[in-house]
């Protein structure tokens, strides 16, 4: 049990760090497309495969 | 009947297909030379990705023409890009030519819109970067001027089949922007604080219900828990007690108000347990008197604090979506007023230049070439033409214009190239006046209270009652308990489910919705639906699709070509117009066999042609063929009669075209389903009588209105209000703004104008009548678990009431029965977002191209 005096504090200061992360992302506009980016990782790989192969064909 | 669809924008292809693309080595048909351009411009850069993962079908595309060109040019002069161009960032000092612009992108349907444009974008020689934002459909580029002008880039986005405006982000835009960050940072805040704090929370309960916690572990526990959740409650909820303190202000006891008390009374509670200790006892005592659920005077109480975090997180989630949607419509309708208006040929020293429209004065002499939008109102000078109109009163036929006619702002100009001398500008045009008869009626609209602000009122009045005469009471029997029985009254009966209720079933119900394509844009929609009665339409744009087509072809006996030969000669001559009754010809022709020489346009009557060794005249009656009298097959609709003649004297008629703006293929099915449900339907339309009549009976109208002006139908839906119906208004052009914002509840069609959607209540965004009906389904369903929630919410808190008074529950377990409830209550509501009941709907091509005898022939 004594070790609740060092991890609840440290627990505190995790917490404050998640939230000053946070903010730095919703001040970075990480936040402002919601929509957008997830979808975007899907496309860009087969895009490189095409063009792998377009360099085969030369 | 066809099901080939064309491959970009997915819209019915005639038979046979004409118009091919390569795409992975597979010809794909294609609707139109514009689609076919767009999806060769696609694979050209290499991105048939795109057609693999988008899912939205593209729009279809119009024609690149040289206008277009010459108006994008404007963009590239310095005084225009001021606006919306900036130096790019200062990381790349040594590069001074590179800029920045925001656009806003027209036409975005989903993701791989987004990654289209800017990979189309960024393989292009001079543009460092692209970025869109698939929520707001602002993108960011990054150019560098001294390689690729902007109208370059903007040409080339128009080449992928979307459209660019410049954007420019105002204040208001700033605003939101603002607004949307805070809000996502008093989420972040309440969730990551409520997370923390209901672990700690886990501890303490366990701890009391063993009863074997050494004080000083749960008191460092209450103290962090404190710490976590003085953020949660000052920052977080921040909100909820400004509006609060709003409602106390104006004397209204609205839901924020037993929001805060909650919130507030809870917190304050856990801080008076977790502190007083250690004023009132010198920090000597430790200890829980026996023989009782409450601590004793000296004691130290109750702490809520993962009630607190908790429920502020459960409120800020669903008010986080409400404001969601209500930004994504602010930023759709602001996106008009905010663009640089059209350009304008203005004489300037003699000659004709381009210039922004901002640029005009009175007096100010301007060319308006056919297919122009007429930039201020004026009057027509020289040259004659007919001009489309239907953007103001509805009439979608164009009418005819000769020198000294007065011409309206934002009217179509149709036929040929005129001159007009500008007589009013800006704020002062006819478009304008409308604007501000919008404005009135806004003003005029009758406010539907909310039912849960309404419960809530009467409830945290009696629950405040409650909470005193408990107080009262108890401190009479046992003072030392007071306090602390009376706070858990107050937790037992903490409105949360009970404020949870409306706004969960709404938010799901909504959330649904717009799945299907219908936006709701102000709270008041679902829960005003139910009181509904009747139901009125426009009828151009909003039952019919607002562009003509080609709907019968009668030959008539004494020619003796087939139907396809005439329809094809018929096609050749209105090749050469700009008219809409051409494009009707041009969607039903697989290609032009023929060609027509020597067209000549006649004003208002017709087109006259050379086709072969033969003259052909097409357009009314009289024009066509001057000598004789035909009758029209039928009485309505408007007919077109073609003509024949070897000697240009004596025209013989061949066929006759009847010209209809089609019908939405569900209009008639929605209609019924609305009657169905005993709602009156009622068809107000600025149209001409016959027209109206028509397309009435066509879908079991039995009520109408034609020749209707933007006061006639204010004035139509006044009346029916005054007698004490409640009137959904669905439109969509300009003209119906006034109606809309007048009516009880108003739906704007997605492609109305944008200030059609702005003043309009919710938006189809998918323009699918069916949806209308569908929200009417789900608004009694809605109205049911709303129903549910309140009475479960009630139920529960006057069940627990009695015992809470009585002083039987302890404080963490009405906080424990409070959370249950508020989970409850989500839970039921989310069975609202459950998909499944709506019934199918016919699909395009099953219906609208049915009655095209040309098509079906083919």
């Known amino acids: 049990m004594e070790s609740l005096i060092i991890l609840i504090p440290l627990a505190l200061i995790l917490i404050a760090v998640a939230i000053k992360l946070f903010f730095w992302a919703v001040d970075d506009g990480q936040f402002d497309d919601l929509e957008g980016p997830a979808h975007s990782i899907l496309f860009d790989e087969p895009q490189q495969i095409a063009k792998a192969n377009a360099h085969d064909h030369k | ?858």
């Open chain 2, 1 to 858: 009947m066809t099901d080939t669809r064309c491959f970009h924008c997915t819209l019915p292809v005639s038979q046979p297909v004409v118009f091919f693309a390569d795409v992975e080595g597979t010809a794909q048909p294609m609707c139109c030379p514009g689609c076919k351009a767009v999806t060769e411009a696609i694979v050209a850069g290499g991105l048939e990705n795109y057609y693999r993962h988008r899912t939205e079908s593209a729009n279809q595309v119009t024609d690149l023409n040289q206008r277009l060109q010459e108006e994008l040019q404007i963009y590239d002069r310095a005084e225009v890009q001021k606006d919306f161009v900036r130096p790019a960032d200062s990381a790349s000092q040594s590069q001074d030519n590179h800029l920045t612009a925001s656009l806003l992108i027209d036409g975005i349907t989903c993701a791989a819109c987004i990654w289209l444009l800017e990979n189309h974008l960024e393989a292009l020689a001079g543009v460092a970067r692209a970025s869109v934002n698939l929520s707001t459909h602002e993108a960011q580029i990054t150019w560098d001027n001294s390689e690729i002008p902007l109208s370059t880039i903007l040409l080339e986005i128009h080449k992928i089949g979307y459209q660019a405006f410049p954007w420019r982000a105002d204040q208001q835009e700033a605003l939101l922007k603002n607004e949307n960050r805070t809000f996502i940072r008093r989420l972040a805040v309440a969730g990551i604080g409520a997370m923390q704090v209901m672990m700690y929370a886990i501890a303490l309960y366990s701890g009391a219900i063993s009863d074997d916690m050494p004080d000083i572990y749960r008191d460092l526990i209450r103290i962090f828990s404190a710490v976590i959740a003085t953020p949660v409650v000052l920052y977080s909820a921040a909100p909820f007690f400004k509006a609060a303190w709003r409602d106390i202000k104006i004397r209204h006891l609205g839901m924020d108000v037993p929001v805060s008390i909650a919130i507030g009374g809870a917190y304050l509670a856990s801080l008076w347990a977790t502190f007083s200790v250690y004023f009132f006892t010198d920090g000597s005592i430790y200890s829980i008197a026996e023989g009782s659920l409450y601590s004793t005077a000296e004691g130290s109480g109750e702490v809520y604090y993962d009630s607190v975090s908790m429920f502020t997180f459960f409120l800020l989630t669903g008010r986080y979506l409400e404001l969601r949607a209500r930004h994504a419509t602010a930023r759709a309708a602001r996106a008009l007023t905010n663009l640089l208006p059209p350009s304008c040929l203005k004489e300037v020293n003699g000659h004709y230049q381009r210039v922004p429209v901002a640029d005009l004065q009175p007096d100010d002499k301007v060319r308006v070439l056919p297919g122009d939008a007429i930039p201020a109102d004026g009057i027509l000078i020289s040259g004659s033409t007919s001009v489309n109109e239907a953007m103001l009163t509805g009439e979608y036929l164009p009418i005819e214009k000769q020198p000294g006619d007065t011409l309206l702002c934002s009217s179509i100009n149709v036929d040929h190239p005129i001159e007009l001398k500008v007589s009013k500008v800006g704020e002062e045009t006819r478009v304008a006046g409308i604007i501000q008869l919008l404005q009135r009626a806004q003003q005029d609209k009758p406010a539907i209270a909310k039912i849960a602000d309404k419960v809530a009122g009467w409830f945290v009045a009696c629950v405040l009652l409650v909470a005193i005469c408990v107080y009262w009471g108890w401190s009479g029997i046992a003072p030392q308990d007071a306090f602390w029985i009376t706070l858990s009254v107050l937790v037992v009966t903490c409105p949360c489910a009970l404020s949870l209720a409306t706004p969960a079933a709404l938010t799901a119900a909504t959330g649904y919705l717009h799945r299907l394509g219908l936006l709701v844009t102000r709270g008041h929609v679902l829960e005003g639906l139910k009181t509904i009665d009747h139901v009125i339409f426009d009828k151009t744009g909003t039952l019919t699709k607002g562009e003509l087509s080609l709907s019968q072809v009668v030959p008539l006996a004494n020619g003796n070509s087939s139907k396809e030969a005439l329809l094809q000669r018929a096609a050749a001559l209105e090749a050469h117009s700009e008219h809409p009754i051409a494009r009707a010809f041009f969607y039903t022709v697989e290609s032009l066999h023929e060609q027509a020489h020597e067209v000549k346009n006649h004003l208002a009557q017709g087109i006259e042609g050379t086709i072969g060794n033969c003259r052909y005249r097409i357009g009314r009656p009289d024009f066509a063929c001057p000598a004789s009298n035909v009758a029209t097959p039928e009485q309505d609709g408007q007919w077109l009669l073609m003509s024949e003649s070897t000697d240009q004297k004596l025209w013989q008629p061949l066929c006759w075209f009847r010209i209809t703006d089609s019908l939405r293929p569900e209009a008639a099915h929605t209609i019924q389903r609305l009657q169905q449900m005993g709602k009156t339907v009622t068809l107000l339309s600025g149209d001409a009588e016959p027209v109206v009549a028509a397309t009435a009976e066509s879908l079991g109208i039995r009520q109408w209105k034609s020749e209707s002006s933007p006061d006639d139908k204010l004035h139509y839906i006044q009346t029916l209000q005054s007698q004490g119906h409640k009137v959904l208004m669905v439109g969509d052009g300009i003209n119906d703004v006034p109606v809309l914002a007048g009516a009880d509840i108003s739906m704007a069609m997605g492609n109305a104008s944008d200030l059609a959607r702005t003043s309009a209540d919710a938006v189809l965004i998918s323009g699918n009548l069916e949806r209308l009906a569908d929200a009417f389904n789900l608004t009694i369903r809605t109205r049911k678990i709303i129903r549910q929630n309140l009475a479960w919410s009630l139920g529960y808190n006057l069940a627990a009431l009695p015992l809470a008074a009585a002083g039987m529950i302890a404080p963490w377990m009405a906080a424990t029965g409070m959370a249950l409830s508020s989970l409850i209550v989500v839970a039921n509501a989310l069975r609202l977002n459950r998909p499944g009941k709506l019934p199918k709907t016919p699909t395009e091509s099953e219906d609208v191209y049915a009655h095209l005898e040309p098509r079906g022939a083919a």
